[in-house]
């Protein structure tokens, strides 16, 4: 028997269906675990920070802040609660997340061109703040202080690798997002080439985020 190379995946017989997701023969809310589910994964294709230097707190010369979506974690338990990861009830979607129960993954934020202009760490300062809720994804607060992760990015090293594990301490709040700022603390407007007199700074760092 010869085999056979294919480039895709072939459906099952009568296309695609969501028989697995749905099947709930006892009624029960939440539901039956679901099966064939696809890969717990989020990600964002890598993009070039933009910058801002109007309306900013006293101190700040120039700011950039970057948010992950609203994931949902525990997905498997569909519109049981306020607020569904795969429906958006009350407007607000969540990126679901189809991990096994009992794990959680982490969310991987990568920082690519810090070593592109030389001064752009001068003065850098980066917070990290998670946002949460038990039930309900259109009712997200922040939950955690803002943490200051600035030492992610101390040395010479051209790409730096940020790090969140959802809230829980082992097992993860059902929706649940993390939000980063970056204030650059120095003003060098027109002392350095890449920040022109009068003009948003251009330190060109790519920012790109997966959850897995």
């Not at 992760?149 to 790409?159: D, L, N, Y």
């Not at 027109?190 to 920012?207: F, M, N, S, Y």
């Amino acid at each position: 028997m010869a085999l056979v190379k294919v480039p895709g995946h072939i459906p099952q017989k009568g296309g695609w269906n969501d028989d697995h997701y749905l099947k709930n023969p006892s009624g029960t809310n939440p539901y039956p675990y679901p099966g064939s589910m696809p890969e717990g994964m989020w990600q964002q294709t890598p993009f070039v920070m933009k910058w801002t230097t109007t309306g900013l707190p006293a101190g700040v010369a120039a700011r950039s802040v970057w948010a992950s979506p609203i994931f949902d974690t525990l997905p498997n338990m569909r519109g049981s609660m306020t607020g569904s990861g795969s429906s958006g009830n009350g407007g607000v979607g969540a990126q679901p997340i189809w991990i096994q129960r009992g794990a959680m993954g982490k969310l991987w934020i990568q920082i690519t061109g810090l070593d592109v202009r030389g001064w752009s760490r001068f003065g850098l300062r980066v917070t990290a703040q998670e946002h949460a809720h038990i039930l309900d994804p259109s009712n997200t607060r922040a939950v955690t202080p803002a943490a200051d992760i600035t030492t992610e990015f101390a040395g010479t090293q051209p790409s730096c690798i940020l790090q969140f594990y959802p809230t829980g301490a082992g097992y993860p709040v059902r929706f649940w997002k993390v939000e980063v700022t970056f204030d650059m603390l120095k003003d060098l407007n027109g002392t350095v080439t890449g920040w022109p007199a009068g003009q948003i700074p251009a330190p060109e760092w790519r920012l790109g985020a997966a959850y897995y």
